[in-house]
């Protein structure tokens, strides 16, 4: 996107609530974590972003365990389920915010316990929303996705461009 960027860990605790929407939580969130920042680094352009994976009514986060981490695999097999990511742009020093969230839809492949212990065994999954990442080996669980898939990913940053365009950020002054 020609932004160059420092990666700032936030300290900010995540809300975990299943009687809130999956939209509201991941919003939330990454506005936890974008103030969180900015409190550090007023006058700087921070960004949050929170990401969950939905299937009605349910929302999956991260597994706490590998055995968690199957059961999550095999609740979305040869389903379709939502993913949802939030992001906050936050300048504390001009009190600019701006929340919004993207979603895609991934429908997964029916899935064998063999393929879900081969993925399992190849991807770290218990730091991602609903024990998987489709840029690692998601051609072992993903039949297609409708939406954008770098939301998939964890930053929708289609979405994104428009919102740096909103905030007048130049295409030249993004890459300084």
Avoid at 67 to 85: N, P, Q, Y
Avoid at 100 to 113: E, G, I, P, Q, R
């Amino acid at each position: 996107m020609g932004v160059s960027f420092e990666t700032v860990p936030s300290a900010a605790d995540e809300v975990h609530d299943e009687q809130r929407a999956a939209a509201h939580l991941c919003e939330l969130n990454a506005e936890r974590k974008a103030a969180e920042v900015s409190a550090r680094f007023p006058n700087d352009i921070i960004l949050g972003a929170d990401t969950l994976v939905t299937l009605p009514p349910r929302i999956y986060g991260k597994p706490r365990d590998l055995t968690m981490a199957k059961d999550f695999l095999r609740e979305l097999s040869g389903r379709t389920h939502e993913v949802i990511t939030g992001v906050c742009l936050m300048q504390l020093s001009t009190a600019r915010k701006s929340v919004f969230h993207d979603v895609t839809h991934v429908t997964f492949k029916t899935l064998s316990d063999v393929t879900i212990d081969c993925y399992i065994t190849q991807v770290a999954v218990l730091d991602k929303a609903g024990a998987y990442a489709i840029q690692e080996c998601g051609d072992l669980l993903v039949e297609k996705i409708s939406g954008s898939f770098s939301n998939v990913v964890g930053l929708p940053t289609e979405r994104l461009a428009q919102e740096f365009d909103r905030w007048s950020i130049p295409y030249s002054e993004r890459s300084r």
